[in-house]
C-alpha cells in the first residue's frame, strides 16, 4: 500500500479549518518517463527492426540512466502502414517485436529494477486490416458497419465535408462497393472508430483490462482528445491547421463522458497512470481533462509548443515562430494548470524532430544546446519526458534523398506537395527540418556497424552517418559527456522536490534569447538561466547575491555573462 499524500489540517475556533500542510506523494508526477520507440531501439535478432529483446538487453542501461517509467511505442499486430498505430490486433504482439512472453519479461525485468512500464493504445482508430473493419465495410447492413464512421456522399458526389487528414490530403476514402465514404482523420488505413457506439467502447475498455491484468504501469494514449465527433460533421475553416484539430477534431461533446466511463469501467481498478496524447487541448480546457478531480486522465502532453510553425495545412505549410512564442507557451500552460492538473514537459518524440537540431544548434554547439534541453525539461513544472537517444545528443538526419524516408506521414505529403508542382529538392528540405524519420533513426550505441543497433546487412532505416562520434559508447566513460550530465541532472532533480512540487515563474519575460525562470518552495529555491543564442549575455540582474551556481554546461565561472547555449543552475540561500 503506497500513502498517497498527507494532509494536516487544524481547526480553531468556530470550526474554522486551515491546511498547514499537505504532502502529496504522486510517482507519476515524481519520477521520469522515457519514450522508446522500439523499432528503433534495439535489434537483438538482428533482421535489421528493434525488438522487445533489444529492450531487455538495455534495462541496465535504463536503470543506470536514472529514469523510471519507460513508454514503448505500440508493439501490437499491424500492417505498419504507421509503424504500428495501425492495430489490426490489440492483443497479440507484432512478430518482429517478439511475443507475449517477451513483453512479460520485459515488464517483470522492470519492475525487478524498480521501474515501470506503459503501453502506448490506439482507441480513436483501428488499421483496416482489423476483424472489425473487415467486416464493417463488406455491407452496408453488417452488423460491424456502425463500429465506424460511414458518411453518404456529399451533394457533389464527393466527400461528406472538407476535412483533411493529419497526413495530407481528404480525411475521407470512398467505398464502391457500398457506395459510401469512411472517416480516417490519419491515413486511410487507420479508419476512425465510432465512439459514440456503446460496443465499440466496451470493446476498447476490454483491451485496456486485458493488458492491465498483465501487471502494465499504465497507458499512454494515443490522440485521446479525437474520439468524441462533432455530430453534424461541419466544414472546417482551412486557415490553420492547429486549429482545425482543436475547433474540429478535438475536444468533442461526449469526449470526457467517453474517457470518464473508460476510467470506470477500466482504469480506476488499478493504480496505474494514464497519459493522454493532446493534440488540440487547448491551455483553455486542459484541466477538463487533467483535474485532479475530474476522474479522467492523470497528465497530458499537449502539443501546443510543438505545433508552433505549423501553418495552413500543417508542418509542411510552415510560418515562423521564436523562442518568446516557445517561452509564452509554457508560462501560459503552468499558469492553467495551476496546482488543480499536471502535464508532461518534453520537446520532442518520435512524431517531431530532435529537439536540439529544432530549437538548438545542433551543429558547431551540439553538446552545450543538448546539455541545455537537458536542464530545461528536467527543471520545469512537469513530469519529464526523455525521448530516446536525447541522452546522447542525437540529431536530425539529411537523407540525400525521398528514397531513404519510411514515414507515411512524410511520403503522402510528399505526394501533395508533388501535385502542387513542389520539386524534390525543395521537398527534401522540408523533410529535413520536419519529418518525423527525423527522430525515428536507430539509436546510436557505439561506432561498430549499424552504431550497434543492429548486426542486419540492412535496418528498416538507415542509421545517421553522425553515429560514429554521436553514440552511448563514446559517451559513457566521459565525465564530460552529455549522457554524464543527463544523468546528474536526472539525481538533482530527484533531490529536491522542489522540481516537481515547486512553483514556477519566468523572470526574463520579454527577453529574445534568454530563458531565466525560478523554482520555489518553501525547503528551497533555485533560477535556472538558459542562453538560446550565439552572443554573450549579462544575468546578473537576474541572480541575487546569495545565489550558488551548482550545475551548468560550461566550466564554472563567475562571469556575471552565459556563454553560447550555456546553462547555468543556481540555488539560493
Ligand atoms: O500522433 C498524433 C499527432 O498529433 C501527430 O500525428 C502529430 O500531429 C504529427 O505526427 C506531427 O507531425 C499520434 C502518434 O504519436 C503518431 O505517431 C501517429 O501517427 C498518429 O497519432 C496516428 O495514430
Ligand atoms: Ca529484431
Not at 504522486?26 to 534495439?42: A, G, L
Not at 458518411?151 to 457500398?178: I, L, Q, R, V
Not at 530545461?376 to 539529411?398: D, F, H, K
Request: aromatic share 14%; charged share 25%; proline share 4%.
Amino acid at each position: 500500500m503506497k500513502i498517497q499524500s498527507i494532509s494536516i489540517l487544524v481547526t480553531i475556533d468556530k470550526g474554522e479549518q486551515y491546511m498547514i500542510y499537505s504532502k502529496e506523494s504522486t510517482w507519476w508526477k515524481e519520477q521520469i518517463i522515457y519514450q522508446i520507440y522500439p523499432r528503433s531501439f534495439n535489434d537483438a535478432n538482428g533482421d535489421g527492426i528493434g525488438d522487445l529483446k533489444g529492450i531487455i538487453e538495455k534495462l541496465d542501461y535504463l536503470k543506470d540512466l536514472g529514469v523510471d517509467i519507460i513508454w514503448i511505442c505500440p508493439i501490437y499486430q499491424s500492417p505498419n502502414d504507421d509503424n504500428g498505430y495501425d492495430i489490426s490486433d490489440y492483443r497479440a504482439i507484432h512478430p518482429a517485436f517478439g511475443s507475449l512472453e517477451d513483453l512479460e519479461d520485459l515488464l517483470s525485468g522492470l519492475h525487478q529494477r524498480g521501474m515501470k512500464l506503459i503501453m502506448d493504445i490506439v482507441v480513436n482508430h483501428t488499421s483496416d486490416e482489423h476483424e472489425f473493419f473487415k467486416a464493417s465495410k463488406s455491407s452496408t447492413d453488417n452488423p460491424y458497419r456502425d463500429y465506424y464512421i460511414w458518411k453518404k456522399p456529399g451533394s457533389d458526389g464527393g466527400p461528406p465535408n472538407n476535412w483533411m487528414s493529419f497526413f495530407g490530403g481528404s480525411a475521407w476514402e470512398y467505398d464502391e462497393p457500398t457506395g459510401e465514404y469512411y472517416l480516417h482523420l490519419f491515413t486511410k488505413k487507420q479508419p476512425d472508430l465510432n465512439w459514440q457506439n456503446p460496443i465499440v467502447r466496451n470493446e476498447m475498455y476490454g483491451i485496456l483490462n486485458f493488458w492491465l491484468d498483465k501487471g502494465i504501469d499504465g497507458f499512454r494514449m494515443d490522440v485521446i482528445p479525437l474520439i468524441s465527433k462533432r455530430a453534424d460533421y461541419p466544414d472546417a475553416v482551412q486557415d490553420s491547421f492547429p486549429k482545425v484539430i482543436e475547433q474540429v477534431y478535438s475536444n468533442g461533446p461526449k469526449v470526457h463522458e467517453y474517457i470518464k466511463e473508460m476510467v470506470a469501467k477500466s482504469i480506476s481498478n488499478y493504480n496505474v497512470m494514464t497519459v493522454g496524447e493532446g493534440p488540440g487541448i487547448s491551455k483553455e480546457v486542459a484541466l477538463n481533462y487533467v483535474g485532479k478531480d475530474r476522474g479522467e486522465l492523470n497528465l497530458i502532453f499537449h502539443l501546443d509548443h510543438m505545433y508552433l510553425g505549423q501553418g495552413k495545412e500543417g508542418k509542411y505549410t510552415p510560418v515562423p515562430y521564436t523562442l518568446q512564442d516557445v517561452k509564452r507557451i509554457f508560462n501560459e500552460w503552468d499558469d492553467a494548470i495551476g496546482s488543480e492538473g499536471w502535464i508532461s514537459i518534453f520537446l520532442d518524440n518520435h512524431d517531431f524532430p530532435r529537439m536540439i537540431s529544432r530549437f538548438g544548434n545542433d551543429d558547431e554547439y551540439r553538446v552545450e544546446c543538448a546539455k541545455l534541453f537537458c536542464m530545461l525539461i528536467l527543471t520545469l513544472r512537469g513530469t519529464t519526458c526523455i525521448y530516446q537517444g536525447s541522452e546522447i545528443g542525437m540529431t536530425n538526419v539529411a537523407f540525400e534523398s525521398m528514397d531513404y524516408y519510411r514515414d507515411v506521414e512524410t511520403l503522402n505529403f510528399y505526394k501533395e506537395q508533388k501535385k502542387l508542382g513542389m520539386s524534390d529538392e525543395e521537398f527534401l528540405i522540408m523533410a529535413h527540418k520536419h519529418g518525423r524519420d527525423n527522430a525515428r533513426t536507430p539509436m546510436q550505441w557505439s561506432s561498430k556497424k549499424n552504431a550497434g543497433f543492429s548486426d542486419s546487412d540492412k535496418c528498416w532505416l538507415d542509421v545517421n552517418p553522425n553515429y560514429k562520434t554521436i553514440n552511448v559508447e563514446a559517451c559513457k566513460d566521459d565525465p564530460n559527456s552529455i549522457l554524464s550530465f543527463y544523468k546528474e541532472m536526472i539525481r538533482i532533480r530527484k533531490s529536491d522536490n522542489t522540481f516537481i512540487y515547486g512553483r514556477y515563474e519566468e523572470l526574463s519575460k520579454g527577453h529574445e534569447q534568454l530563458f531565466v525562470y525560478k523554482r520555489w518552495s518553501d525547503a528551497s529555491s533555485y533560477i535556472i538561466c538558459l542562453n538560446f543564442s550565439e552572443k554573450q549575455l549579462c544575468i546578473s540582474d537576474y541572480i541575487p547575491t546569495d545565489a550558488t551556481c551548482i550545475f551548468g554546461n560550461y566550466p564554472s565561472s563567475d562571469d556575471p555573462h552565459l556563454r553560447a547555449w550555456q546553462a547555468k543552475l543556481f540555488k539560493l540561500g
